[in-house]
């Protein structure tokens, strides 16, 4: 191999995984660090070329993205102001999102998006700095920066596949992509892009594409997207990481247009895979059994119907009211009415007559639906199924709401763990597959410096050649950062914990752990052949990496303290 096809570091791309806040700040780190570490002179951060973001790192993708395109970039001015967005203090995402969706106002003034949650979320997106603008910024090949190739990735839910809000290759995905799609693109806002590519499944719903995406749907090319058969009902886009949470398959389709690039004929010649997903998962549990499941859906629904009739204690509470007040005007209690009997018996009449008129309409609204209910599963259930689902009624409600709560607890965790497991597995095996590309490729997960024995290994592992051993310090803010729940708020305990730092400090010593442990591995390869310049310019990089490093294992937050100040 020689270094025409590959340069050490010449070009990076960089993928950021979903995970709600623990993706958006490990990523902060990541990039931060980037930004401070030299290569040949230059931040290492100047030879990233291609970005690809999941949902929470979408969050942080597109921020960066938009504020490196500007000519006057600064890094550390980008990260206090992102970070200020979302201190704890600050931080008011969700509160602000739920206010718009009981807004009414906020919606007559967005007519063309439907009233929604993940709508909400988008406005409040659009409404902050860090997120303004729309995607044409991202279109000029010539006025771009260094950062050239980016990929936000979402899902669609029409054919299941990935639909990649890029500006390389197909925007969307081949069966949708088509050229009035590319008419509308640079007109889709940076906030909706955020919103679609964080819309977990359970949390939100679909936005519906291009409806909710387009404010002025009175346009030509609008129109001409809708008059396509697969735009005409809209498209269903949720988050990326259902089919794709580390991003990597948008990157390999990156690094590959690049080899077909005619001027630059090679791939990317690192591709760094910034994951905060895991292997863990919180066991499922099964439901207690309950001691008393005696009572049948049967007996339970007809004990229920029964206080929907006219019932003759209805009718006695009705005649003695009318009773009273006939006995009382006949002055047969003592020769004289009483007013106080009058009062109790119109009340009680009252009382009387109300049960019975709602008996009386109850009776004739539960014959209506017993009615529509026998219909409907007469039109529905098969003649040879009838006997099964009849056997329902003796089974009681206590197994009845256990099998319930069981196939519901069941699929979130298969929906929201599993699926995203196995898929992950999957993408790296893709990823890993060809042995001789894996000398452009890191890994760098959140939970890789933590200290925790993994599933996999009965200790903690790490680089022995690398030099001093994570400390005790280091591995407890890795813990603290890779403990973070999936959310996209901070609660009480994330607070006390401290843990938007240590998520930022994680992304940054353990990209310095990764960069140097690849380097090591790199110098190793013996299908790769370095000259005397690119050998001197990575060790220069170790001598780099190594010194940050001694001083995160010192203190894990001095980067962190740094850029705040």
């Known amino acids: 191999m020689t270094t025409k096809d590959f340069i050490p570091f010449d070009s990076i791309g960089l993928c950021f995984s979903g995970g709600g806040y623990r993706a958006t700040f490990f990523a902060l780190g990541v990039v931060s660090y980037y930004d401070k570490i030299q290569y040949q002179g230059k931040p290492l951060l100047d030879h990233v070329e291609a970005i690809s973001t999941v949902s929470g790192g979408t969050l942080f993708g597109v921020a960066y993205s938009k504020a490196s395109q500007q000519k006057d970039f600064n890094f550390k001015t980008f990260f206090n102001e992102f970070y200020n967005n979302f201190t704890p203090e600050n931080d008011k995402l969700l509160e602000t999102a739920i206010a718009k969706l009981g807004d009414d106002q906020v919606w007559k003034d967005n007519p063309h998006k439907k009233r929604s949650l993940i709508n909400a979320f988008a406005l409040t997106y659009a409404d902050m700095d860090v997120y303004k603008g729309s995607f044409d910024m991202f279109l000029d090949a010539e006025k771009l920066s260094n950062l050239k190739y980016i990929c936000f990735n979402s899902t669609e839910f029409s054919f299941g596949l990935a639909f990649r809000f890029q500006n390389c290759g197909l925007f969307g995905n081949k069966p949708l992509s088509n050229k009035h799609l590319t008419e509308i693109e640079g007109q889709l806002q940076l906030g909706d892009i955020t919103a679609s590519s964080s819309c977990f499944p359970l ?71 910034n994951d905060v997903g895991s292997f863990k998962m919180i066991p499922w549990q099964p439901e207690s059994k309950k001691k008393d499941e005696s009572s049948s859906i049967k007996s339970v629904v007809s004990n229920a119907l029964s206080y929907f009739k006219i019932k003759p204690l209805y009718l006695i509470i009705l005649i003695l009211g009318i009773l009273l007040m006939v006995l009382n005007s006949m002055e047969i209690f003592k020769g004289q009415a009483w007013p106080a009997l009058y009062i109790i018996g119109g009340i009680v009449t009252g009382v009387g007559l109300l049960l019975t008129i709602f008996g009386l309409v109850a009776g004739i609204i539960k014959g209506s639906i017993i009615r529509s209910v026998r219909s409907l599963f007469t039109k529905n259930v098969p003649p040879p199924l009838v006997d099964d689902v009849l056997s329902f009624k003796k089974l009681s409600v206590g197994l009845i709401q256990r099998m319930l709560t069981e196939r519901i607890s069941s699929t979130v965790i298969m929906v929201n763990d599993i699926f995203l497991k196995q898929i992950r597995r999957l993408n790296y095996r893709l990823l890993y597959a060809d042995s001789d590309l894996r000398h452009r490729i890191i890994t760098s997960t ?13 200790s903690f592992s790490f680089n022995k050649n690398i030099k001093p051993a994570p400390s005790t310090l280091l591995k407890s803010i890795g813990l603290i950062a890779s403990e973070m729940p999936t959310t996209l708020w901070w609660d009480e305990k994330d607070i006390q914990k401290d843990r938007m730092d240590a998520l930022i400090a994680c992304g940054q010593f353990t990209s310095c752990y990764k960069l140097m442990d690849y380097i090591l591995k790199l110098k190793k390869n013996k299908k790769i052949t370095l000259s005397e310049e690119e050998t001197a310019a990575i060790d220069a990089l170790y001598a780099d990496l190594e010194n940050d490093w001694k001083q995160f294992n010192e203190n894990p937050m001095f980067y962190v303290t740094a850029l705040k100040q």
Do not use: C, H, W
Not at 446 to 458: C, H, I, P, Q
């Open 446 to 458: 959140v939970y890789e410096l933590n200290g925790e024995k993994t599933a996999y290994s009965k």
């Open 203 to 273: 949390g939100f719903e679909p936005l519906v594409f291009p409806d909710d995406y387009i404010k002025n749907q009175n346009t030509t090319a609008y129109k001409n997207v809708k008059t396509l058969e697969r735009f005409a009902e809209g498209v269903g886009i949720m988050d990326g990481g259902i089919a794709d949470n580390q991003g990597i398959g948008s990157m390999v389709n990156i690094s590959l247009a690049r080899k077909r690039d005619d001027e630059l004929k090679k791939e990317l010649d690192l591709i760094v895979v």
